[in-house]
């Protein structure tokens, strides 16, 4: 086939749009925003925590203090949003602020739009890492505005209920602690309170991983672990 200008637009626009971060969001997503008063994004907050906040957990249990932080977006229509990311806030609220020129004064609902517009700022800087977790922020951010104006829960949204029931499920580590509690020598403490509150999906790690070997060791490390094959 012979490929010309046009007929190359056509075949390799849809790909090229992906690449550069085309969403499809749920019809009664698009809906919703169609049928919601316009707003304007007016200011940005980056929210972090005390740094001898101990929550119990590799999230709030560092010197530093919790790992997670929280990108809050206020509205001319008195409307805030709220989105979560982690773990390193620092390096986020870092690309917040530099980023912050290509959301404040726009409309919270162009949930495509804006993602795909900083998306782009930093594709050919090969976008990732933080740029790519404070994005997530605001996204959820943004869909809390949604669901706010309209007064509807986010799964309705975000096209519905797909299950009635949706079972428990904990992950529990050293770093993931429950009450100062250690996996080896309080699996089953840990176990037990689990079971007592109705969660009966888990999963446990009782054994502890070994060190990591210097770089110019590597060659030992397999004798060390012993051989594997997958």
């Given at each position: 086939m012979r490929l010309n200008r046009r007929s190359f637009l056509k075949n390799t626009?849809?790909?090229?749009?992906?690449?550069l971060g085309r969403s499809r969001l749920p019809a009664a997503t698009r809906a919703t925003i169609e049928n919601t008063e316009p707003m304007k994004i007016t200011?940005?907050?980056?929210?972090?925590?005390?740094?001898?906040?101990?929550?119990?957990?590799?999230?709030?249990g560092s010197e530093d203090g919790a790992e997670f932080w929280w990108v809050r977006l206020h509205t001319d229509k008195g409307i805030d949003g709220m989105g979560e990311t982690y773990p390193f806030p620092q390096a986020e609220i870092g690309a917040l602020k530099e980023h912050a020129?290509?959301?404040?004064?726009?409309?919270p609902r162009d949930i495509d739009g804006i993602w795909r517009a900083m998306h782009i700022e930093g594709a050919m800087r090969t976008t990732g890492g933080a740029d790519m977790r404070m994005l997530s922020a605001i996204n959820m951010a943004q869909l809390d505005i949604l669901g706010q104006a309209t007064g509807l829960p986010l799964y309705?949204?975000?096209?519905?209920?797909?299950r009635s029931r949706v079972r428990v499920y904990n992950t529990t580590t050293d770093y993931w602690a429950i009450n100062d509690m250690k996996m080896g020598r309080d699996t089953m403490k840990i176990v037990r309170f689990l079971l007592d509150r109705g969660v009966t999906g888990m999963?446990?790690?009782?054994?502890?991983?070994?060190?990591?070997?210097?770089?110019?060791?590597g060659s030992g490390r397999r004798s060390a672990l012993g051989s594997r094959h997958t």
């Open positions: 626009g849809s790909g090229c749009l992906a690449a200011r940005i907050d980056a929210i972090t925590f005390r740094r001898d906040l101990h929550i119990g957990g590799g999230s709030g020129g290509l959301i404040v004064g726009r409309d309705r949204l975000l096209g519905g209920k797909t999963k446990i790690y009782p054994f502890e991983a070994p060190d990591p070997l210097p770089l110019d060791q």
